[in-house]
């Protein structure tokens, strides 16, 4: 109880003692009364270290400033540092932060304990236990890596396919005498508190590894993740603070892979066996995987993309062949040049030139971050993108009419200096000519101490473009790809525009020349700065010469107050589109002082930085005093009328959604979302909520009210359909070439819709990673494979486990507690003695844990080895009527072959069935909501049904083959004439609508021909039934569908 239901140890205490007591009096012992009552613990710690279910583990005094991780000698202080004395660079400051803690115990007088610790698991023990597990070995060596053309795995994508071992053999499956692992990384900040605690706001840090070996409804149970430990509040580590955790990782990583580790024996080899690991892929938040593997992790930093070298101000180029492609070579070389820096202002010149920081993963000779970092489809498309397009893009009104989320185009903006450019802007370009000028051999690493918008104003105005001198306009890529860029230019002697530039030198180029002769001209009129070949920044030319217009300053106010509730989506999408001009304007109305209290005298601030300070400035300062808030919105309130009809999902397009959400009838699986989501009653949703909202309700409704009409609105339905379209395909069970190419097609299409329908909209980086989806389901196959809701999970374990809420201590608890939770769950099933002795006490909690199945205990649960036994175990045994037998027959009969062979009456009827890992039932009974169904009839043809009766039949073919099959009894409904159905225009993803009523008709369909589940939304005042396939295992059935259908 203590361990698998988190019971207080108290408690526990006292119902051993009571167990005591009922054996003591119903006297049902026999022998020495004596030593059977000293067999009973008193303790439940006491049967943790009898069942030997504590993990190994080693313990570290943890830096409270700067994370640094000494090993603890328990009751030996002396032993121990007192004082930290990491330094980050040979020329840094000794860290100098207080390792102990002085606490009064009363009587006891005043001990010493260490201010934060940090407690490790090890790897090798953890694996050791899994090997002595029955069974696990089989699993773990049973992964195919053939190329196929659909893969429903890891193993079947192109990373693990390709990947070599040390001597340039194929990793996977390696010699017979080893066994070859593969674990997945994720890393995950958590509030250990769950916000419950004196309203205390703290951050804990879990890393988790996922044995990819084991099958997919297995490997995400808590008895099979590695837990390696929980980092230590009350703030995540920053920057590469993290790095002292992930060397403890890669340690063993680097033996695992290196030498192998041997173990003396394990389940399947009494002798022992090599066992090999790697690490790939990584799979956390965006935020996170960038901290991980040494990247800028602020959302408003130019290096965002972790797939490609693309610029932050050109992060609206949606087309995938104009994104400057990584090099791997070229980030470890930085990542290393960081890591020897004598100082940390090298430190930072490279990081700032580069965006690369070191991470002990680049250790790991195999560690490729580009192809390794997943990109996870829950917070890329779930959380940011549906999330953004609802909120930002529709907008949601519940107060009222919806309108056509009309908007004006944005001003055009550019990247370059101009003739607003200050004077040391213009100082720095000319710098920058110098140093081209020179041509020193070190010209490339050079240039990356100038900003962005310096060597992008050269290459614009000397015609640079890509590398190799193509004549693409198009100019893209991060500092060091200018840099590059410049550098392959400066060497081509022939080349015109060089020739011009050795010649005008010191001048500078002709257009800025142009450009400064107008700003200094005294006519009343200036030029207009010269337009990007590209498009948009976060920092306007224009901008700094004069506020926006009214409306404007009301609206980037009114995103200021919302800040509060918002996520950090919605924080840098507002911070790119303010200017400083802006973010002092406001200061001014707020009465805020513009200087910080470390800076108190005016100091010249780079434009970027300043920004940034205003902006972090202006919001703190507003989140701490609601007497500010009340002075903006007094200077800035909301029009009366002013916003009506601007929102798509306004009031009463909201309420038939909520009114269609309410008449919907979804499997048992899916989660209901929240009846009135969208309003402010109600708080954050989940990504699963966002998912169900874009994939079913939202289509469902919208099609209804738009899917007839013409204009905006039926414009603005196809381009959201586009991305559901998406989504179902990229979060499908398994995948093709054909889907990835699809994805790619629909997520393009939907890009550039949106930026067509609303044209002030900025892009953000979630969105630009989703465009990278495609790539993370070939190299890593299906999105089950690489997806994030595991650790998801896991803190949701920890959340209900008991601590003493202490940080620096609790986060060992949690580790412990959930190591002894994942080792007696393991014990409870491998155990043949314990489930004979206990058989009641697991049977019981088997049923426990039925009640509450979801995600991955469903899915262990309905595996492929029990895909026909019967969902709930009722059944019972009878006849078909002779309508039925009649159909039956005709169904088995209907090959030649078997035109002659006896079918009998006689069947098994069940309530429930499982099939393909999901749950099928009868419509008269309590799982009523899975009855509906999509189905293939005799025909081949798709209907839908709803299913009367289940049943088994013990069946003899001609061949003689005896074989027990299942059936289901439906009535169907019938489909609507395609002209008159608009769903159907949108493929799967709309679904289809039917005759409002079922058949009368009875068909008898073979469970094989059952598809998938179907949601089910009954119009009676529209006289029709809509029909939506919803499970995830529909394969390619989109893509079939699809190909009906012609592009537009």
């Known amino acids: 109880m203590h361990n698998k239901y988190f019971t207080p140890r108290r408690a526990t205490q006292a119902h051993l003692a009571g167990v005591h007591d009922i054996l003591l009096w119903t006297n049902q012992y026999n022998g020495d009364s004596e030593t059977i009552f000293k067999l009973l613990p008193k303790d439940p710690r006491t049967l943790s270290a009898r069942f030997l279910l504590e993990p190994t583990t080693t313990t570290y005094i943890c830096c409270p400033e700067c994370h640094k991780l000494y090993p603890f000698i328990p009751n030996d202080r002396p032993a121990n540092p007192q004082i930290c004395d990491y330094r980050k660079t040979p020329a840094s400051e000794p860290c100098g932060a207080k390792l102990w803690k002085e606490r009064d115990y009363g009587p006891y007088g005043i001990r010493s304990s260490p201010v934060k610790k940090y407690v490790h698991q090890d790897l090798k023990s953890w694996l050791g236990r899994l090997l002595s597990r029955p069974g696990i070995e089989n699993l773990l060596e049973n992964r195919a890596v053939d190329a196929k053309s659909e893969v429903d795995d890891i193993w079947g994508g192109e990373v693990f396919r390709n990947f070599k071992d040390r001597a340039g053999n194929p990793y996977y499956p390696g010699p017979d005498n080893e066994l070859r692992l593969a674990f997945s990384l994720s890393v995950d900040g958590f509030d250990p508190y769950q916000n419950k605690v004196a309203k205390q706001s703290a951050a804990s840090t879990g890393i988790w590894m996922v044995l990819l070996n084991l099958p997919p409804?297995?490997?995400?149970?808590?008895?099979?993740?590695?837990?390696?430990?929980?980092?230590?509040?009350?703030?995540?580590?920053?920057?590469?603070?993290?790095?002292?955790?992930?060397?403890?990782?890669?340690?063993?990583?680097?033996?695992?892979?290196?030498?192998?580790?041997?173990?003396?024996?394990?389940?399947?080899?009494?002798?022992?066996?090599?066992?090999?690991?790697?690490?790939?892929?990584?799979?956390?938040?965006?935020?996170?995987?960038?901290?991980?593997?040494?990247?800028?992790?602020?959302?408003?930093?130019?290096?965002?993309?972790?797939?490609?070298?693309?610029?932050?101000?050109?992060?609206?180029?949606?087309?995938?062949?104009?994104?400057?492609?990584?090099?791997?070579?070229?980030?470890?070389?930085?990542?290393?040049?960081?890591?020897?820096?004598?100082?940390?202002?090298?430190?930072?010149?490279?990081?700032?030139?580069?965006?690369?920081?070191?991470?002990?993963?680049?250790?790991?000779?195999?560690?490729?971050?580009?192809?390794?970092?997943?990109?996870?489809?829950?917070?890329?498309?779930?959380?940011?993108?549906?999330?953004?397009?609802?909120?930002?893009?529709?907008?949601?009104?519940?107060?009222?009419?919806?309108?056509?989320a009309s908007r004006t185009p944005a001003l055009t903006v550019v990247k370059r200096l101009n003739a607003d450019s200050d004077s040391s802007e213009l100082s720095s370009l000319e710098r920058c000519q110098g140093v081209i000028f020179d041509n020193t051999r070190t010209l490339a690493y050079d240039l990356l101490g100038f900003h962005r918008s310096i060597l992008y104003t050269f290459c614009l105005d000397y015609g640079i473009n890509r590398l190799g001198g193509s004549s693409d306009k198009t100019l893209v890529g991060t500092r060091w790809v200018l840099a590059k860029y410049i550098y392959r230019w400066r060497q081509e002697q022939e080349n015109v525009g060089l020739k011009d530039f050795l010649q005008r030198y010191p001048k500078l180029s002709t257009q800025m020349e142009e450009m400064l002769d107008a700003r200094n001209s005294n006519t009343p009129e200036r030029s207009e700065p010269a337009p990007s070949s590209t498009g948009t920044s976060s920092e306007s030319a224009t901008g700094r010469s004069q506020l926006p217009k009214p409306a404007v300053l009301r609206k980037f106010a009114h995103g200021l107050l919302s800040l509060e509730s918002a996520d950090s989506s919605d924080a840098m999408k507002l911070y790119l589109r303010l200017t400083s001009q802006t973010l002092e304007h406001f200061c001014h109305i707020l009465e805020i002082n513009p200087i910080l209290p470390s800076q108190p005298q005016p100091q010249p601030q780079p434009r970027a930085n300043k920004k940034k300070m205003l902006f972090e400035l202006v919001v703190r300062q507003m989140l701490e005093s609601e007497e500010l808030r009340d002075k903006l919105l007094g200077q800035y309130p909301e029009e009366e009328g002013g916003l009506s009809g601007s929102a798509f999902l306004g009031k009463d397009v909201m309420e038939a959604i909520w009114s269609d959400m309410k008449a919907t009838r979804l499997p048992s699986w899916i989660s209901p979302v929240p009846h009135d989501w969208g309003s402010t009653r109600r708080g954050k949703l989940s990504a699963n909520n966002w998912r169900i909202i874009a994939v079913i309700h939202l289509p469902i409704t919208l099609i209804r009210l738009y899917g007839h009409t013409e204009g905006r609105k039926r414009d603005l339905l196809s381009n959201f359909m586009e991305l559901v379209k998406a989504i179902r395909i990229a979060t499908m069970n398994a995948t093709t070439q054909q889907q990835i190419d699809q994805y790619n097609s629909l997520i393009l299409r939907y890009s550039a819709g949106v930026k067509q329908l609303f044209p002030d909209y900025e892009i953000l980086p979630s969105?630009?990673?989703?465009?990278?989806?495609?790539?993370?389901?070939?190299?890593?196959?299906?999105?089950?494979?690489?997806?994030?809701?595991?650790?998801?999970?896991?803190?949701?374990?920890?959340?209900?486990?008991?601590?003493?809420?202490?940080?620096?201590?609790?986060?060992?608890?949690?580790?412990?507690?959930?190591?002894?939770?994942?080792?007696?769950?393991?014990?409870?099933?491998?155990?043949?003695?314990?489930?004979?002795?206990?058989?009641?006490?697991?049977?019981?909690?088997?049923?426990?844990?039925?009640?509450?199945?979801?995600?991955?205990?469903?899915?262990?649960?309905?595996?492929?080895?029990?895909?026909?036994?019967?969902?709930?175990?009722?059944?019972?045994?009878?006849?078909?009527?002779?309508?039925?037998?009649?159909?039956?027959?005709?169904?088995?009969?209907?090959?030649?072959?078997?035109?002659?062979?006896?079918?009998?009456?006689?069947?098994?009827?069940?309530?429930?069935?499982?099939?393909?890992?999901?749950?099928?039932?009868?419509?008269?009974?309590?799982?009523?909501?899975?009855?509906?169904?999509?189905?293939?009839?005799?025909?081949?043809?798709?209907?839908?049904?709803?299913?009367?009766?289940?049943?088994?039949?013990?069946?003899?073919?001609?061949?003689?083959?005896?074989?027990?099959?299942?059936?289901?009894?439906?009535?169907?409904?019938?489909?609507?004439?395609?002209?008159?159905?608009?769903?159907?225009?949108?493929?799967?993803?709309?679904?289809?609508?039917?005759?409002?009523?079922?058949?009368?008709?009875?068909?008898?369909?073979?469970?094989?021909?059952?598809?998938?589940?179907?949601?089910?939304?009954?119009?009676?005042?529209h006289n029709f039934t809509h029909i939506l396939p919803i499970n995830r295992e529909l394969l390619s059935l989109d893509l079939e569908l699809e190909e009906t259908l012609e592009e537009p």
């Not at 403890?248 to 399947?268: D, M, P, Q, Y």
């Not at 901290?291 to 993309?305: D, S």
């Not at 202490?806 to 002894?820: A, F, N, Q």
């Open 217 to 404: 409804h297995l490997r995400y149970l808590e008895e099979n993740i590695y837990v390696a430990g929980v980092i230590p509040g009350p703030s995540k580590p920053s920057s590469d603070q993290l790095n002292h955790y992930m060397e403890l990782i890669v340690r063993e990583a680097k033996e695992f892979w290196e030498n192998g580790v041997f173990f003396s024996r394990t389940f399947e080899h009494r002798l022992g066996r090599l066992a090999r690991s790697i690490i790939a892929p990584l799979v956390c938040d965006l935020l996170g995987a960038r901290q991980v593997i040494g990247y800028p992790g602020t959302l408003t930093a130019h290096y965002f993309c972790t797939a490609c070298d693309l610029d932050l101000d050109d992060i609206h180029v949606i087309e995938p062949s104009l994104w400057p492609a990584k090099d791997i070579g070229e980030i470890r070389m930085f990542a290393q040049l960081y890591r020897d820096a004598p100082n940390e202002k090298l430190q930072q010149y490279i990081f700032q030139g580069s965006g690369w920081r070191w991470s002990p993963l680049f250790e790991l000779e195999y560690w490729d971050p580009v192809k390794f970092t997943a990109i996870d489809s829950m917070h890329s498309l779930d959380l940011n993108l549906v999330k953004n397009h609802c909120r930002v893009l529709f907008k949601i009104d519940t107060k009222k009419p919806s309108g056509d």
């Open 767 to 1021: 969105h630009h990673m989703s465009l990278h989806i495609g790539d993370t389901l070939r190299h890593f196959g299906p999105k089950h494979s690489h997806d994030s809701p595991h650790y998801e999970r896991y803190i949701n374990l920890f959340h209900r486990m008991n601590n003493n809420h202490k940080l620096g201590d609790l986060e060992g608890t949690l580790l412990r507690t959930s190591v002894r939770h994942a080792n007696i769950i393991a014990m409870l099933k491998d155990d043949t003695g314990l489930l004979e002795t206990a058989s009641n006490l697991v049977q019981r909690m088997t049923m426990n844990d039925k009640e509450r199945l979801r995600g991955f205990r469903l899915a262990e649960m309905f595996s492929l080895d029990s895909s026909l036994e019967d969902g709930n175990g009722r059944h019972r045994s009878g006849e078909l009527d002779v309508f039925c037998h009649n159909l039956l027959c005709s169904v088995l009969q209907a090959p030649p072959t078997e035109r002659n062979v006896s079918v009998s009456r006689r069947v098994v009827f069940l309530e429930a069935i499982t099939h393909r890992n999901s749950v099928y039932a009868v419509w008269n009974s309590l799982r009523y909501k899975d009855s509906a169904i999509l189905y293939i009839d005799q025909e081949g043809s798709r209907n839908a049904g709803v299913i009367q009766e289940i049943f088994k039949l013990d069946h003899r073919y001609s061949s003689g083959k005896a074989v027990v099959l299942p059936f289901v009894i439906l009535r169907k409904y019938n489909q609507m004439a395609e002209q008159e159905d608009p769903y159907r225009q949108y493929g799967i993803a709309g679904g289809f609508s039917c005759e409002l009523e079922l058949t009368s008709t009875i068909e008898i369909v073979a469970m094989s021909q059952v598809l998938c589940h179907v949601a089910v939304t009954s119009f009676a005042e």
